[in-house]
């Protein structure tokens, strides 16, 4: 859990010279001008935090205290700035400074939360949460982030609790819906955890990371199966990528489903051809060269059936799905050559699994590295030999270099498994003209 996500969102601004709490005692021009020179360090302060400068930041904050002792939003600031370069201790006695001037300051009591659970202290920083929530029972934030210290202290009852009611006061927070899934998903309650990805996923579609944790409990919610239909999983992501949000909600950076070594997740690629059945996508990425575009369409994915293995190396095997899905992302998102970087880490943790290698080839192709893109097919062959849609695939890519008999087989191959098919049907007719129509120039040489 990374509580810094919302640090900074925390950040107090210091009031104006007239502020009547803060002046210094006594009075006289002179005392005046220290006053209006502790505010001016505190913004300093507030501007170097801005620039990620938290050294020069802690020594304005300094220089402020040392004028004015009684600044809180200064000692709350400082305390941040401390907790931004990991000395949670040291932000901790700067949160309780603040907190003797004005004990019942939510955003400062929030920080200290943050900080202790930072440490580990997680009693301490539930005593924060609780303590806001006294305050204001309503708080969502509060009972959010108190949802995150349970969570984290492997309390997840808790933790589901808080975060349903964080929920049933402000509904539309995908962060927390998203954290009440991986809560779920710890207490094997799958079907509901899907449900809340479902719910932060209806909120905000753009975060990637969401995607992969419905793809990981639609995995766990099937373990106990010797197979998986992996176009369940595959539809858990989404048609098109918007810009992803640079803050991630908590937790979801690192997935909490306890993985399994599974096959990949097919990646959703459009083609130009069209296929006539719905039981799973053709990923057929070229058009043959020299002939009439043929209307696209968006496939359902590939009609993969994938062995479930037992729970061992799980760690290594829940990042290899993972990559598999961020991979997909930056295919549908046309970034090739970053979607081919994250098929190989995929392919690193498993390299048994078909899709990964005909998903890697779909993106080489994309960037006209046909050689490359055919070995890749091979590769996916070699371990599934009896899937159309390899063959169709590296049958797609010969044709593109011109190898048209060796397309043409291929082809061929892919229709004894799959006869119903327009897209193989489409290649083989054009692959005969091709040929047809060389052969008649051989003849008028």
């Given at each position: 859990m990374r509580f810094f996500d919302r640090i900074l969102g925390k950040k107090k601004t210091i009031p104006g010279s007239g502020a009547k709490e803060t002046v210094l005692a006594?009075?006289?021009a002179a005392l005046e001008a220290r006053h209006a020179d502790a505010f001016m360090w505190g913004n300093k302060g507030d501007e170097l935090v801005e620039?990620?400068?938290y050294a020069d930041a802690i020594q304005c904050y300094d220089q402020a205290l040392e004028i004015n002792p009684k600044l809180t939003e200064v000692w709350n600031n400082k305390g941040l700035a401390l907790a931004r370069t990991g000395r949670y201790g040291e932000a901790i006695k700067s949160y309780e400074k603040a907190l003797e001037l004005k004990p019942d300051d939510v955003e400062v009591i929030y920080n200290k939360g943050i900080a202790l659970a930072q440490l580990g202290k997680w009693q301490d920083a539930?005593?924060?949460y609780d303590k806001l929530l006294e305050i204001?029972?309503?708080?969502?934030?509060?009972?959010?982030?108190k949802g995150d210290v349970q969570f984290e202290s492997g309390n997840f009852e808790e933790a589901l609790r808080a975060y349903d009611k964080s929920i049933e006061i402000n509904p539309g927070d995908e962060t927390v819906w998203n954290n009440r899934g991986i809560t779920l998903v710890k207490l094997n309650r799958f079907s509901d955890a899907v449900e809340s990805y479902d719910k932060a996923l209806?909120?905000?579609?753009?975060?990637?990371k969401i995607w992969s944790n419905k793809g990981l409990a639609l995995v766990r919610m099937k373990q106990s199966?010797?197979?998986?239909?992996?176009?369940?999983?595959?539809?858990?992501?989404?048609a098109a990528e918007k810009t992803v949000p640079l803050i991630e909600p908590q937790h979801v950076e690192q997935p909490v489903v306890e993985p399994f070594k599974p096959e990949p997740i097919p990646a959703k690629v459009e083609t130009t051809y069209q296929v006539e059945n719905n039981k799973g996508a053709e990923f057929i990425e070229p058009r043959p060269a020299e002939q009439p575009v043929i209307e696209p369409f968006k496939p359902e994915p590939i009609p993969a059936k994938v062995e479930i293995p037992g729970l061992s190396e799980q760690e290594i095997a829940n990042e290899s799905i993972e990559h598999l899905v961020m991979g997909n992302n930056m295919y549908s998102r046309e970034m090739y050559e970053d979607a081919i970087d994250l098929f190989d880490k995929s392919l690193q943790a498993g390299p048994g699994n078909s899709i990964a290698w005909n998903n890697k080839g779909l993106a080489l192709s994309k960037l006209g590295k046909l050689d490359e893109a055919i070995?890749?097919?091979?590769?996916?062959?070699?371990?599934?030999?009896?899937?159309?849609?390899?063959?169709?695939?590296?049958?797609?890519?010969?044709?593109k270099k011109g190898n048209i008999k060796e397309a043409l087989e291929n082809y061929e191959s892919a229709f004894k498994l799959n006869p119903e098919s327009k897209t193989v049907k489409r290649g083989i007719e054009l692959c005969l003209k091709s040929l047809k129509k060389a052969s008649k120039t051989t003849k008028k040489a």
């Open positions: 006594g009075g006289g620039t990620s400068m539930i005593k924060c204001n029972p309503g708080d969502a934030a509060a009972w959010c982030s209806e909120i905000n579609p753009t975060v990637e199966e010797e197979r998986i239909d992996l176009r369940k999983i595959a539809s858990s992501m989404p070995i890749c097919y091979d590769k996916a062959l070699q371990i599934d030999p009896q899937d159309s849609v390899f063959l169709t695939n590296k049958a797609n890519a010969l044709y």
